[in-house]
């Protein structure tokens, strides 16, 4: 069974760091293109960042660019979002997503339970 499972929200002040974690399990993700989706109180669900299976083709929002950095760990099947100079409109619940590929406007097939991130200013 594949399974999405994140790590590492919580609560932080305006302009800190927080780091998020996804482990993945039950298929070869390494081969996935995997990333970060959020969803806000009252907001549409926003695309954060994805990267494909070579960490060579990597996309950002432009609301997060500059700020954010995706990565992975093919050989522990990790994925990561390191949060820089959070603002409070990153709060969100952030949610790990994965797929067979990055093309296409619904490439994110599988989806973890989500991550809460609160921005205290």
């Known amino acids: 069974q594949r399974q999405l499972v994140e790590s590492g929200g919580g609560s932080v002040q305006a302009g ?15 081969r996935y293109c995997m990333g970060w989706f959020r969803r806000a109180p009252e907001k549409e669900r926003e695309e954060v960042a994805r990267i494909d299976h070579f960490s060579t083709d990597i996309s950002y929002a432009d609301s997060v660019k500059g700020r954010f950095t995706i990565s992975r760990d ?24 994965a797929g067979p590929s990055c093309g296409g406007e619904s490439w994110a097939r599988t989806w973890g339970q989500g991550t809460q991130v609160t921005v205290s200013t």
């Not at 760091?17 to 993700?29: E, I, N, P, V």
């Not at 709060?91 to 790990?96: K, L, R, S, V, W």
């Open 74 to 97: 093919n050989a522990k099947n990790m994925l990561y979002l390191q949060m820089n100079n959070v603002k409070p409109e990153d709060a969100a619940i952030y949610y790990c997503v």
């Open 16 to 30: 800190g760091s927080l780091r998020l974690s996804c482990a993945a399990s039950g298929s070869t993700y390494s």
